[in-house]
């Protein structure tokens, strides 16, 4: 690949990204259409990290909510691992008196007071750093564990199409990205009537994180787009536009890394005739192009969906998907260059 190229596909991988039009299938067109060679391992492999550059804009402009800095509403407060901590925090609390109880009845005993004493202050001072870290825990690493809880059915699937093969076999079909523009294009111009139920009360919690996860295994095929079966998930799961969207932003963060992850481990464990001076230049001037056009890109979407919803996006899909199957089933060459 060169520097052109790398740019250029940058540049597409950046601006969609998040949006509902698949930037996997926008980088298969842009490379078929630059004469990027499809089958090759570090294609491959390119198209998957330089979506963790543009991952990465989404800690950098919500960096205050991602790590959990303001009190915005993501997640649910009263999910199941929350409701847990709070009904048997109790517990923990008797368990770690009983035992400061023990020692100090013990020691009053034997005749050593003075360790009867210390024992009970270490056991106070344990039970306020105790609910301490319970309340940050429900306020806090909540948001995160419902991040774990959407990724699982990603890696599974995602694992299962990479170990068979077939995650290879759709990064170099032309004509799966084109079908599945349009098949998501049509299926846009209806989602927002079929799924306007959203509520602003309503917010993340396992069950709809898991629900997301599970529609977000679809982009598994190139052209179906992450983006937009995330954020239909959230929407089927009573979310508002505005709140499935952020919540699909936040879920590529592991979703991409583990990918991103792999990817490389793959790359190390097999050939690494790949790792010259030159692609790890445009590895790393990919993953720096897409986080920037990415950063614009995010906020301009979030705003735009909000407003006026998929519609726009799926006549987009379509014309694209269309006018690419016309130039297949023609037998025209998708390369602009010689």
């Given amino acids: 690949m060169t520097l052109l190229q790398t740019i250029i596909i940058s540049i597409v991988e950046g601006l969609t990204e ?11 067109i842009t490379q078929s259409l630059l004469g990027v060679p499809q089958g090759d391992e570090f294609v491959h492999a390119f198209t998957f990290i330089i979506q963790f550059g543009a991952i990465l804009s989404v800690v950098c402009l919500y960096w205050k909510r991602f790590f959990r800095l303001d009190s915005n509403p993501v997640v649910d407060e009263s999910s199941v691992l929350a409701n847990v901590i ?28 003075l360790a009867g004493l210390l024992v009970a202050l270490v056991s106070m001072l344990v039970l306020v750093v105790q609910g301490y870290v319970l309340r940050q825990f429900i306020e ?9 809880v959407g990724v699982i059915p990603a890696v599974v699937i995602g694992l299962a199409a990479k170990k068979s093969g077939l995650l290879d076999w759709l990064l170099d079909s032309v004509w799966v990205v084109a079908i599945m523009l349009v098949a998501g294009g049509v299926f846009m111009l209806f989602c927002d009537k079929i799924f306007n139920r959203g509520s602003e009360e309503n917010t ?21 787009s992450r983006s937009m079966s995330t954020i239909v ?9 505005k709140r ?25 464990k097999g050939d690494t005739s790949w790792a010259t001076a030159h692609n790890m230049t445009m590895l790393g001037v990919g993953c720096v192009v897409s986080f920037f056009v990415a950063l614009l890109a995010m906020k301009w979407f979030v705003s735009f969906l909000t407003k006026y919803g998929f519609k726009a996006f799926g006549w987009y899909r379509i014309i694209v998907g269309g006018i690419i199957l016309v130039m297949l089933l023609s037998g ?4 602009m260059v010689d």
């Fill in 86 to 113: 709070r009904r048997y925090w109790w517990f923990l609390g008797l368990l770690t008196g009983f035992v400061g109880g023990f020692v100090i009845v013990y020691s009053l005993f034997k005749g050593t007071v």
């Fill in 332 to 335: 025209m060459s998708l390369n």
């Fill in 18 to 28: 998040f949006l509902p039009v698949s930037s996997t299938g926008h980088m298969i």
């Fill in 233 to 241: 998930g959230g929407m089927a799961s009573g979310l508002t536009r």
């Fill in 140 to 148: 806090r690493l909540q948001f995160y564990w419902l991040l774990v």
């Fill in 204 to 224: 993340v919690n396992e069950k709809r994180a898991f629900k997301i996860g599970l529609f977000q295994c679809l982009s598994v095929i190139p052209g179906t």
């Fill in 244 to 268: 499935a969207a952020e919540f699909s932003f936040f879920l590529a963060v592991p979703t991409m890394a583990g990918a991103t992850l792999l990817d490389l481990l793959d790359l190390v």
